[in-house]
């Protein structure tokens, strides 16, 4: 069977694309507290607040585009013999617009979640603490996030694809948010060759085999091409 790769995304794939990250400078916990706008604790003190949080995120990743890294994974999946896995903490869906896939284990800003039945839905541009479900009517709609203390979507899945992994990639992430941080430890107990690409080390930079560091416009796009030519 020909070899499994798993690409765990983050927000530095989406950097090139105009979307903010969270922890490089003036990013986005920069200008927000974590507590008011991605606790559960947070929405229930604060409900508007953070649907402006998330509605502001929403209408900014509708207009942004993909990029030349969210386009080489979509060929490597297009094209690799074997299964291209791509998880990613990113909520915006460039992935997609890309024509890839992926499991969004950290939600989806374009998807809407009632907390009173667990209806799901695609959000509109604009949610509100009073829309209603439209299944159950109760108006207790949120974004189809994962806020820190919520336990991450997909997450048996993704232990499945780390475990028969050959390759594992991670793109544009910190590695300072677990579980996904962890991935690279469980690829590698595998037996997964481990490459990180970043625009600059990382703290977990040393538990990767393999590292590479520039724009991920630049990076991804090099590293698809050199796969694709063995
Ligand atoms: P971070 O903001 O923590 O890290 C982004 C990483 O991307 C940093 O290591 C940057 O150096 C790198 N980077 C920036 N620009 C880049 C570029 N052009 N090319 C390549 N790399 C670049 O974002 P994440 O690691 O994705 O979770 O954050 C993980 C999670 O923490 C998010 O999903 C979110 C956040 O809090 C929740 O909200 C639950």
């Known amino acids: 069977m020909a070899d499994k790769i798993v690409v765990l995304t983050g927000a530095g794939l989406s950097a090139e694309s105009g979307l903010g990250t969270f922890r490089d400078e003036g990013g986005l916990w920069a200008q927000h507290r974590i507590e008011d706008v991605a606790t559960p604790e947070g929405f229930a003190c604060n409900p508007q607040l953070v649907h402006d949080f998330y ?17 080489a994974l979509a060929e490597l999946q297009a094209r690799w013999p074997g299964d291209v896995v791509i ?24 998807g809407a979640l009632c907390h009173a039945c667990d209806h799901r839905w695609e959000a509109p541009l604009v949610m509100a603490p009073d829309d209603p479900c ?13 806020w820190f203390g ?3 979507y997909h997450m048996e899945e993704i232990a499945d694809h780390l475990a028969s992994a050959s390759l594992f990639a ?17 690829a590698r107990i595998a037996g997964a060759k481990t490459i990180e690409l970043n625009l600059e080390p990382t703290d977990i930079s040393r538990a990767f085999a393999h590292r590479r560091f520039g724009p991920a416009t630049e990076v991804v796009p090099a590293w698809v091409a050199e796969l694709l030519a063995t």
């Open 150 to 152: 919520e336990m991450p």
């Open 87 to 110: 998880v990613t903490q990113n909520v915006d869906g460039l992935h997609e617009a890309a024509g890839g896939s992926a499991l969004h284990m950290h939600g989806r800003l374009a």
């Open 170 to 186: 991670s793109i544009g992430t910190s590695g300072q948010v677990y579980p996904a941080a962890g991935f690279v430890q469980e």
């Open 134 to 146: 439209p299944a159950c009517a109760t108006a207790a709609t949120r974004p189809d996030v994962v």
């Open 55 to 71: 509605n502001a995120r929403r209408a900014q990743a509708v207009t942004a585009r993909p990029n030349a890294a969210h386009l």
